[in-house]
């Protein structure tokens, strides 16, 4: 790994923390609710969706929809989409809905059959719906998986995440760069330590549960990031956690 790379990436991350979180934000006039949307990286047993869930306070709520080995296109055929547009309708009027939206790492396999440009189309129309339904898309490029050779992370998931910031773009959506976020920190600690974030030990892709409270905490730092309201009173990322994701410093809680 080269060390100058990952601290220097990590240097541009952790300034980020600090200029993009809020100043004097106004206090929110509904609490906020997190509907997460994605792949096994998000879901339970395997993803960071759970962890993140441990964040919420203020009277925020939220439920993990992650579904493993979803696309944009099974996610949808298979019922899950429905349930998370449900849970916006069900509760927007009592709170500001937000719908965390990470695909990739299944839509980028050969037999999915789902192009880049279609992956896109795919985005889009998901982030489009949940703003037909009253709720806030938040488009969230993918968890990176935690493979190294010679120059640190493998970046195998770089054209679907710049895809996936292509299509906020296009529908005027908000989004998080996890995936940026995520390499950043995992070539900061370096390749052992990332290993204990496995969820078995030959998994580099999905997250034992210290991974997912970790990885959990950074989609909350990264959302407090947007600068809402309701957001930064919602999801309060833990402050251990927090400060080793900006030092780069690993962290098994």
Not at 70 to 98: D, H, L, M, Q, R
Not at 181 to 194: C, D, E, F, R
């Amino acid at each position: 790994m080269k060390a100058s790379f990952a601290l220097s990436s990590l240097a541009v991350f952790a300034s980020s923390l600090v200029s993009a979180a809020p100043q004097h934000p106004c206090r929110a006039d509904k609490p906020a609710a997190f509907f997460l949307a994605g792949d096994s990286t998000t879901a339970v047993n395997g993803g960071w969706g759970d962890g993140f869930l441990t964040t919420l306070q203020n009277g925020a709520i939220g439920t993990n929809f992650g579904d493993s080995g979803a696309t944009t296109a099974s996610f949808v055929a298979e019922g899950y989409w429905a349930k998370v547009i449900a849970a916006v309708n069900a509760n927007k009027a009592k709170y500001t809905p937000y719908v965390t939206i990470q695909f990739g790492h299944n839509d980028q396999k050969s037999t999915s059959g789902i192009s880049v440009a279609q992956f896109i189309t795919n985005m889009e129309n998901l982030g489009k719906a949940v703003q037909a339904a009253g709720g806030i898309p938040v488009i969230t490029t993918s968890l990176t998986r935690r493979t190294f050779d010679s120059n640190g992370v493998v970046e195998n998931l770089a054209e679907h995440s710049a895809a996936a910031i292509t299509a906020a773009g296009n529908i005027g959506a908000v989004y998080i760069d996890l995936n940026k976020a995520s390499t950043a920190y995992v070539n900061a600690i370096g390749k052992a330590n990332a290993a204990l974030y496995n969820l078995s030990e030959k998994d580099y892709t999905h997250l034992n549960t210290a991974g997912g409270v970790v990885f959990g905490n950074l989609v909350s730092v990264l959302l407090n990031g947007l600068d809402k309201a309701d957001i930064t009173e919602g999801t309060v990322p833990d402050v251990d956690i927090k400060a080793a994701i900006a030092a780069g410093e690993f962290i098994l809680p």
